[in-house]
């Protein structure tokens, strides 16, 4: 498959349905060559016609969409720092597995063999079936260019993270750090579709940051960009996951909340948390505290609110910094917005400039699986990169 025809079907996934003069915008090439790649896709089956766009004075013009039962299949791998989900996915995002999602430390001694395994057993679910790629997002510095993530030691099978996985299953792999991928899902397909600069926070175990700029994912001069969590805005004398102390992530991750919470169980504080601390080796999950906050437990709630009042903080620098339109709470913390959102904006209350702040958004992301979409989203976004074309060329 040409590069025209593999940039027509990314520009099709990424917003659909398209015209030939829209994907003649988008793609920047001539009409007379999308139409020809146009034609030559419908005869392939790899592309349908779906309606005419509405009409501006003129003829309606035919629009398309990816064919998806035709297309080959998308594996996404999320990964954070104590959980992996993979799903398998097609063009139109529609699932064609259900999400699997196992405990993998990634700092535990096996956790790459177990990593490799468990994706193996998802695509035996579809293994009569082609496979377009592996989209990987994962937590640490990663340099989506070199495929490599240079949080882990070079002895490390992380380390070279998308040769490795590239060698052990023979596709194409491409990797992105999660808050970046949860950023691009945001842009694309959540709340932030429609914004040109937009801040989207991953509040997770830690608090990473996307950064769309004029459109584009921002990386940095050295493609670092976004450390939100390591912005030095606490002043507990605690040390951070980084090896520094006050940084913004010891008050306003989710495993902030976690240990306040723990902290409150182990001094016998009434909660209906307690069974599953007891039960659990003096333990709770995020999950069990989020769906405790959500009901209504007092002490859930408050562990929460603590997070939330520290994350407005950080987010007030960054309206100052960037001048956003809009800020997206995206991650798994997102579903605790009604707790979340009055603490935000107290802080942003306190300690922004209302000139700067008023004009910026608040949204909470509102799309399950945000990071799984967001990994098949690096998938698809990478197709027309050299790996690809001997993979491709009978597509």
């Known amino acids: 498959m040409d590069n025209l025809k593999l940039s027509i079907l990314k520009s099709l996934y990424f917003s659909s349905p398209q015209s030939i003069a829209e ?221 520094k102390k006050g940084c913004l992530e010891v008050e306003a991750s989710l495993i902030a909340a976690i240990e306040f919470a723990t902290e409150k169980l182990s001094k016998g504080e009434e909660s209906s948390l307690l069974k599953d601390y007891q039960q659990q080796n003096n333990h709770i999950t995020g999950d069990q505290l989020l769906t405790a906050a959500n009901a209504g437990d007092q002490l859930a709630i408050e562990a929460i609110s603590r997070i939330g009042y520290m994350l407005g903080k950080g987010i007030a620098t960054l309206i100052h910094i960037i001048n956003p339109e809009m800020v997206v709470v995206s991650g798994r913390g997102a579903q605790a917005k009604t707790i979340l959102a009055p603490q935000i904006n107290s802080a942003l209350l306190e300690f922004t400039i209302q000139r700067l702040s008023k004009n910026t958004k608040i949204k909470f992301s509102n799309t399950k699986h945000i990071q799984l979409l967001g990994s098949a989203c690096v998938c698809i976004g990478n197709s027309d990169k050299s790996i690809y074309k001997n993979y491709l060329t009978e597509i």
């Open 23 to 243: 994907l003649s915008s988008s793609i920047g090439k001539s009409v007379p060559n999308i139409t020809n790649s146009i034609h030559k896709l419908l005869q392939s089956d790899l592309i349908q016609q779906d309606g005419l766009a509405p009409s501006t004075g003129g003829r309606r013009a035919a629009q398309f969409i990816p064919n998806s039962q035709q297309l080959p299949l998308i594996v996404c791998v999320a990964i954070d720092q104590f959980y992996t989900s993979v799903v398998i996915t097609d063009f139109k995002n529609e699932f064609q597995t259900e999400i699997s999602t196992q405990r993998i430390p990634l700092k535990g001694e096996n956790a790459y063999e177990e990593l490799v395994a468990f994706i193996r057993q998802t695509m035996l679910l579809v293994q009569d079936k082609p496979i377009f790629g592996l989209g990987v997002s994962i937590p640490g510095f990663v340099d989506s260019k070199s495929g490599k993530n240079n949080s882990f030691t070079a002895e490390s099978p992380f380390y070279d993270f998308q040769a490795n996985l590239g060698k052990t299953f023979n596709l194409p792999v491409f990797i992105e750090n999660d808050s970046s991928a949860i950023a691009i899902a945001e842009h694309y397909f959540g709340q932030a579709k429609d914004a040109r600069n937009v801040m989207v926070v991953n509040l997770n175990w830690g608090v990473g940051l996307g950064m769309i700029i004029d459109n584009e994912l921002y990386r940095g001069h050295s493609g670092y960009a976004g450390e939100f969590s390591h912005i030095p805005l606490s002043n507990q004398n605690k040390l951070c996951s980084c090896g």
